[in-house]
């Protein structure tokens, strides 16, 4: 079955970096588009970043410029480096397999997620 598992998730002080992994098994990896979805206290989940099955990659505007994400289809991984984080980005980081090889922006385009990694950003 499809397992997605994410890590790297911990407490930073604002404008330090931290760098999230998505181990993915159960399905062939590198046919699919994936994204990495965030979900802070209180509020509605937040579409963050996507990466096709070919690199191909696009951002939300509010961590445009901060944030990297990219794939590893040999070791079936995805990653996102966040640099120069913020409070805002206190939230709980989840990956989303998509419906396809290409991305989508949204919710409804993931058929299977991760349960999240807890980013903590202290100001």
């Known amino acids: 079955q499809v397992q997605l598992v994410e890590s790297g998730g911990g407490l930073v002080q604002a404008g330090g970096s931290l760098r999230l992994s998505c181990a993915a098994s159960?399905?062939?990896?590198?046919?699919?588009?994936m994204a990495w979805i965030r979900q802070a206290p209180g509020k509605e989940l937040e579409w963050v970043s996507g990466?096709?099955?070919?690199?191909?990659?696009i951002y939300a505007n509010p961590v445009k410029g901060r944030f990297t994400i990219s794939r590893d289809n040999a070791k079936s991984t995805l990653y996102l480096q966040m640099n120069s984080l913020k409070s805002e980005d206190t939230a709980v980081y989840s990956c989303?397999?998509?419906?396809?090889?290409?991305?989508?922006?949204?919710?409804?385009?993931?058929?299977?997620w991760g349960q999240g990694t807890q980013v903590t950003v202290s100001s």
């Open positions: 989303a397999k998509a419906l396809r090889g290409q991305y989508g922006l949204r919710t409804v385009d993931y058929n299977y």
């Open positions: 159960g399905f062939t990896f590198s046919d699919y588009a």
């Open positions: 990466i096709n099955k070919v690199g191909d990659t």
